[in-house]
């Protein structure tokens, strides 16, 4: 398999329709593991469309190349109440990919 499914976690605001149903807002990512680039996304938002736009707004970046570009990607294109918790969750995500790299590098080096 040529990809990896990581996941970043962040806390949702109160009075969301996500938030009657989980706690924390979570945005899962298959990662191609030679370049990084986001294969597919998904999230905990309550609707479809919702969940279907984040993935349409994350797919094809790059984290090697950092989160910035994805986290402004949201700020201005989505306008919901959890925007604030996505771009907490995308920076939980690429945190979760550095230590991802960090063991890949570790196994290889044994």
Not at 19 to 48: F, H, P, W
């Amino acid at each position: 398999m040529n990809t990896v499914f990581i996941a970043g976690h962040a806390r949702l605001p109160a009075g969301m329709a996500a938030q009657n149903m989980y706690e924390t807002l979570t945005i899962t990512a298959e990662i191609d593991r030679k370049y990084g680039v986001i294969v597919a996304a998904s999230c905990t938002l309550a609707t479809e469309h919702g969940r279907d736009f984040v993935h349409q707004l994350l797919r094809g970046y790059s984290l090697q190349d950092g989160i910035e570009d994805p986290i402004k990607s949201v700020k201005r294109h989505y306008m919901g109440k959890a925007g604030n918790a996505i771009v907490s969750a995308l920076k939980d995500l690429h945190k979760q990919y550095g230590v991802y790299l960090e063991k890949r590098k570790g196994a290889s080096s044994l």
